[in-house]
């Protein structure tokens, strides 16, 4: 009854085992919220293979753009968990409503650098420089780039932007750590 009332109300009814699976259970009851999942699937297959399968609410521009603060709490959390292409994912919906917001964009080259697979390094480069196009004074993309650079051996480029960010944020709390890094480019 209760995934009829979410399909009813517009929503995709199989996010629901996600949304569970996001819960940590509790250490007494994790047999119960097991099995629970594991019926709430059955239904939720069973009962896809009825419905009608239109899925367009999905990707509603209006709908995306209702839910966009909860996008960007989940890929934050995403990224905090280290689910780095679940991030991607909610990260990809948020921008698709919300296309001129530099810290998501930030955000986005933070889950493309940290996942284990080297090709999205480039992917995070380009979010990065996303960020700083939107937002010409948004140091953490500076700082970010830099790190990038850095770890490919870039070590004049590095600098750059480890430079830029330091002209930006004098005294924010990182500083320290990135002339750290700057130190660690040479001249």
Known sequence: EGLQLIRSAGYDAARIIALLNGFEPPAIGNSTSKYRRSMISAIIESASDQADTDQSYRWDPEYLSMV????????????????????????????????DDPGAYHLLGEAQRRNTSGAKV???????????????????????????????????????????????????????????????CGN
């Open 122 to 184: 480039q992917l995070a480069i380009r979010s990065y420089e996303t960020a700083i196009r939107l937002d010409r004074e948004f140091a953490p993309a500076y700082r970010e780039l830099g790190v990038v650079y850095l770890k490919m051996g870039q070590r004049q480029r590095a600098r750059q932007f480890f430079q830029t960010y330091l002209a930006l944020t004098p005294r924010d709390e990182g500083s320290d750590y990135v002339r750290g890094y700057l130190s660690l």
């Open 68 to 99: 966009s603060p909860a996008l960007l709490a989940n890929a934050r959390a995403a990224v905090q968990k280290g689910l780095w292409d679940q991030a991607e994912h909610h990260l990809s919906n948020y921008l698709s409503v919300r296309p």
